[in-house]
T-cell receptor, first 110, second 112 residues
Framework: NAGVTQTPKFQVLKTGQSMTLQCAQDMNHEYMSWYRQDPGMGLRLIHYSVGAGITDQGEVPNGYNVSRSTTEDFPLRLLSAAPSQTSVYFC?????????FGPGTRLTVL | DAKTTQPPSMDCAEGRAANLPCNHS???????VYWYRQIHSQGPQYIIHGLKNNETNEMASLIITEDRKSSTLILPHATLRDTAVYYCIVRASIGNTGKLIFGQGTTLQVKP
């Protein structure tokens, strides 16, 4: 199993550009989520999904969209990037009691 | 979900036991205590969880007080590779969406 994979690993955007952060898992987990982590801080939940076709907002959803068309994939979309979205983004999927995290995407918005 | 309080940083000598405390005085009866750690720049890693009994696995032990208002994560023989940020998280497991709310965590520095 590859576990949770994220692409790209690094990305630089200009203000106003859009992009999609990809996340995939091969463990057949229903629950998936996106977090962001800013320097010196813990992770903050952006959006999550409890299964295909079902998504909901976390603590900091503004500026981000998600969809879940398959169990395996949970992309995160930035429609109009802002410097405040410079962060490290982690995707995760959950088994019953254990959450598995991807390696992260480091995003810089200039 | 109940809020947790952890010391911001701790040091531990290599080979010694590392005892990381967590206060969760507002925990409710159906909430579990989870511990994750994040080694520099990597995604967080699950360590252990428990409800009210002490738990042990290959990575660590979790000691929960009888009133469940605090807990301690024990790394029995800390190594340099255990240097990381350790997060104590409380959440309900049954009937829950699985959200993990991370606090600031404790930065554990294991020194040779």
């Amino acid at each position: 199993n590859a576990g949770v994979t994220q692409t790209p690993k690094f990305q630089v955007l200009k203000t106003g550009q859009s992009m999609t952060l990809q996340c995939a898992q091969d463990m057949n987990h229903e629950y998936m989520s996106w977090y962001r982590q800013d320097p010196g801080m813990g992770l903050r939940l952006i959006h999550y999904s409890v299964g295909a076709g079902i998504t909901d907002q976390g603590e900091v959803p503004n500026g981000y969209n998600v969809s879940r068309s398959t169990t395996e994939d949970f992309p995160l979309r930035l429609l109009s990037a802002a410097p405040s979205q410079t962060s490290v983004y982690f995707c995760a999927s959950r088994a019953y009691n254990e959450q598995f995290f991807g390696p992260g995407t480091r995003l810089t918005v200039l | 979900d109940a809020k947790t309080t952890q010391p911001p940083s701790m040091d531990c000598a290599e080979g010694r036991a590392a005892n990381l405390p967590c206060n969760h005085s507002t925990i409710s009866g159906n909430e579990y205590v989870y511990w994750y750690r994040q080694i520099h720049s990597q995604g967080p890693q699950y360590i252990i969880h428990g409800l009210k009994n002490n738990e042990t696995n290959e990575m660590a032990s979790l000691i929960i007080t009888e009133d469940r208002k605090s807990s301690t994560l024990i790394l029995p023989h800390a190594t340099l590779r255990d240097t990381a940020v350790y997060y104590c998280i409380v959440r309900a497991s049954i009937g829950n969406t699985g959200k993990l709310i991370f606090g600031q965590g404790t930065t554990l520095q294991v020194k040779p």
